[in-house]
């Protein structure tokens, strides 16, 4: 019985990392956020679909995003100056997104921003203690505000 649950068990988690991690070798990556596919990578830009209505790569709603930031007291702890922000708690959002995602296996950008927000343990940015952001952030969410500021802090991180 626990041969069987061993075999059963081991690829399905290697399955399961695999999925969940972005490997070095593709420059393009497909995330699903809020039950839509689009397509992100490191380079995308936003895009206008409106005058009034900007959206990323991310499938959220930048201006959105912006309001969801600063209702949630993000600028607080971080540095991000699409918000004004000059929080120092927390890593500046302008630059340590991309340094980290690519120091976490190279992840999607987008991925890893939504995976900041969700579970902030789940990768800690140098010079930085675990358990200061609330772990309980994420959760506080809807999808939507979710989405939306995930596209929020991706149209003004630094992607280089």
Same mark, same amino acid.
């Given at each position: 019985?626990?041969?069987?649950? @061993?075999?059963?068990?081991?690829?399905?988690?290697?399955?399961?990392?695999?999925? $969940?991690?972005? /490997?070095?070798?593709?420059? &393009?990556?497909?995330? %699903?956020?809020?039950?839509?596919?689009?397509?992100?990578? %490191? &380079? +995308?830009?936003? /895009?206008?679909?409106?005058?009034?209505? /900007? &959206?990323? =790569? =991310? $499938?959220?709603?930048?201006?959105?995003?912006?309001?969801?930031?600063?209702?949630?007291?993000?600028?607080?702890?971080? !540095?991000?100056?699409? @918000?004004?922000?000059?929080? %120092?708690?927390?890593?500046?959002?302008?630059?340590?997104?991309? !340094? +980290?995602?690519?120091?976490?296996? #190279?992840? #999607?950008?987008? @991925?890893?921003?939504?995976?900041?927000?969700?579970?902030? #343990?789940?990768?800690? =940015?140098? $010079?930085?203690?675990? #358990?200061?952001?609330?772990? %309980?952030?994420?959760?506080?969410?809807?999808?939507?505000?979710?989405?939306?500021?995930? @596209?929020?802090?991706?149209? $003004?991180? =630094?992607?280089?």
């Amino acid at each position: 019985m626990w041969v069987l649950f @061993a075999a059963l068990l081991l690829p399905a988690g290697f399955a399961g990392w695999a999925i $969940g991690h972005y /490997t070095a070798s593709s420059s &393009t990556n497909t995330v %699903t956020i809020g039950g839509t596919s689009a397509p992100a990578t %490191t &380079t +995308s830009a936003a /895009t206008t679909t409106s005058a009034a209505t /900007t &959206t990323s =790569a =991310a $499938g959220g709603n930048v201006a959105a995003g912006k309001a969801v930031f600063a209702a949630n007291g993000c600028a607080t702890c971080h !540095t991000f100056q699409p @918000a004004g922000a000059t929080g %120092t708690v927390g890593p500046n959002l302008d630059t340590e997104p991309v !340094t +980290s995602a690519k120091a976490d296996n #190279n992840m #999607n950008l987008a @991925a890893f921003i939504k995976q900041s927000i969700q579970d902030p #343990n789940a990768y800690i =940015a140098k $010079g930085y203690p675990p #358990n200061v952001m609330p772990a %309980t952030f994420g959760k506080s969410l809807s999808p939507s505000q979710l989405n939306d500021l995930v @596209a929020f802090i991706l149209s $003004g991180t =630094a992607k280089s």
